[in-house]
């Protein structure tokens, strides 16, 4: 089960935004890419901001086997939806995933990825 349509990062030039205008943040096995909507050009000032969209970036680098790579992506979207409930509204992110991250399990990615969040300041309390 993959994400809500309105939470998901389809356009090229939305990866190539937070790319270029996103903040990083590093871990072993994944990198986080978060830009905020209203630090984008193309947003209007308008009074509802928008739900965070999220993209995952995975190469063959990784994988050869798109099976490996899918399930990676599977994973990542799993701990995604798991924390839509927390994570601040207005946000467009991209995960890109390292090549080390083959030997990773379904907590390591929670952990990592919880940790990436925390230290953006993505998820709401932090």
């Known amino acids: 089960m993959g994400l809500p349509k309105s939470h998901r990062?389809?356009?090229?030039?939305?990866?190539?935004?937070?790319y270029a205008q996103g903040i990083r943040r590093?871990?072993?096995?994944?990198?986080?890419?978060?830009?905020?909507?209203?630090?984008?050009?193309?947003?209007?000032?308008?009074?509802?901001?928008?739900?965070?969209?999220?993209?995952?970036?995975?190469?063959?680098?990784?994988?050869?086997?798109?099976?490996?790579r899918n399930r990676i992506k599977r994973?990542?979207?799993?701990?995604?939806?798991?924390?839509?409930?927390?994570?601040?509204?207005?946000?467009?992110i991209v995960i890109v995933v390292r090549p080390k991250a083959i030997e990773c399990k379904y907590e390591h990615f929670l952990r990592e990825l919880e940790e990436l969040l925390k230290q953006a300041k993505i998820i709401n309390g932090y």
């Open 9 to 18: 990062l389809r356009d090229r030039g939305n990866y190539r935004a937070v």
């Open 26 to 68: 590093y871990s072993p096995h994944l990198t986080l890419f978060a830009l905020s909507c209203r630090e984008t050009k193309e947003t209007k000032s308008t009074d509802s901001t928008p739900a965070s969209s999220f993209g995952i970036s995975i190469s063959k680098k990784v994988s050869k086997k798109a099976v490996v």
């Open 75 to 92: 994973q990542i979207k799993g701990v995604i939806r798991s924390h839509l409930q927390e994570i601040k509204a207005g946000w467009q």
